[in-house]
Structures are given as structure tokens and as C-alpha cells.
């Protein structure tokens, strides 16, 4: 099943700028789980959590496709 997702995933085309700029907002650019706590005297860092997500590496590529068709078509906002 989780293969499937992926292989869903891996073949969505984006074919105009709402949907590429919908893709953008909801995909972070970064993981949001990744922290740095101080706690007196010492930093507790959490680390990124997010590769642990089996659908990594595609929602990555989605975000990485809509970019470059918001590239190409010049509405990068």
C-alpha cells in the first residue's frame, strides 16, 4: 500500500501555479520538528524527525517540482 502512495506521489504533475503555490505553503522547506532547547546552562537539541516520514523524500519532490514550475512561469511569491 505504502508503495503505491509513493508511486502516486512520484507521478503528480503540476499544472498550474495554484496548485504549485498550495504544494509550496503545505510542504515545509525544512523540518519543523528540529529544535534547540536552552535549559540553563545547557542546549538540548531535538533533531529533525521528519525522515523518519516514509513519504519523505516524495513530498520533498513535490515541493522541489511546484518550485520549478513557479520558476518557469515566473510567479514565484
Known amino acids: 500500500m505504502l508503495n503505491r502512495l509513493r508511486a502516486y506521489l512520484d507521478r503528480i504533475e503540476i499544472t498550474n501555479s495554484q496548485t504549485a503555490q498550495f504544494i509550496c505553503q503545505w510542504v515545509p522547506d525544512r523540518c519543523p ?12 537539541q531535538i533533531p529533525a524527525l521528519c525522515q523518519l516520514n516514509p513519504l ?16 518557469r512561469s515566473n510567479d514565484l511569491t
Open 33 to 44: 520538528f528540529e529544535r534547540k532547547v536552552y535549559l540553563f546552562n545547557y542546549c538540548i
Open 56 to 71: 519523505y523524500r516524495q513530498f520533498l519532490t513535490l515541493r522541489y517540482k511546484s518550485l520549478m514550475y513557479l520558476m
